[in-house]
């Protein structure tokens, strides 16, 4: 089942699976900053449902300000990029280390923080790339950035 949703006057066609409270945006290129993404929101971690009224909060969260946003994507790579040097410290040249990359290819909605403001709490996903030879191998682990609202918590990859 599809659920339209305009924010801004842009419309966002989401597949809604019934029986899940599962809202899923594929390969958009409105969400944000104009790169095509995925968008998820389950139910949030306290096992609340999401609806139509959360899903357009955190759209214009994200839209509201592009400049954070970047920031966020500049504060995620530098941190992801760490973590992938030290875990790959024996296995890839330090050239090809200097010219790894994350590509955002998803977001991850957790739901809003009971304990901070009703912050909004979420994953963003990447996989990384080598800007020099993009068909190298080096793996296709999911690396994630753990958020509260412009506040990032930590990195993780699958891998480790």
């Not at 944000?32 to 139910?43: A, F, K, P, T």
């Not at 024996?90 to 590509?103: P, R, V």
């Not at 957790?110 to 993009?134: A, H, T, V, Y």
Request: glycine share 4%; net charge neutral.
């Amino acid at each position: 089942m599809k659920k339209e949703i305009y924010i801004n006057n842009t419309r966002f066609d989401f597949l809604y699976p019934e029986g899940l409270s599962l809202w899923k945006l594929v390969e958009n290129e409105q969400l944000v900053l104009g790169q095509i993404m995925d968008l998820e929101m389950y139910s949030d971690k306290l096992g609340k449902n999401i609806d139509r009224n959360n899903v357009r909060a955190f759209v214009t969260f994200l839209q509201r300000n592009k400049v954070t946003f970047t920031k966020i994507l500049h504060e995620s790579s530098i941190a992801l990029k760490g973590l992938f040097n030290a875990i790959n410290q024996h296995s890839f040249t330090s050239e090809t280390k200097s010219n790894i990359s994350f590509k955002l290819s998803d977001i991850d909605y957790k739901g809003c923080s009971e304990i901070i403001n009703q912050e909004n709490e979420f994953d963003l996903i990447f996989f990384p790339f080598n800007i020099q030879n993009k068909f190298m191998d080096i793996g296709g682990f999911v690396w994630r950035a753990i958020y509260r609202r412009n506040n990032l918590l930590g990195v993780f990859c699958d891998r480790v």
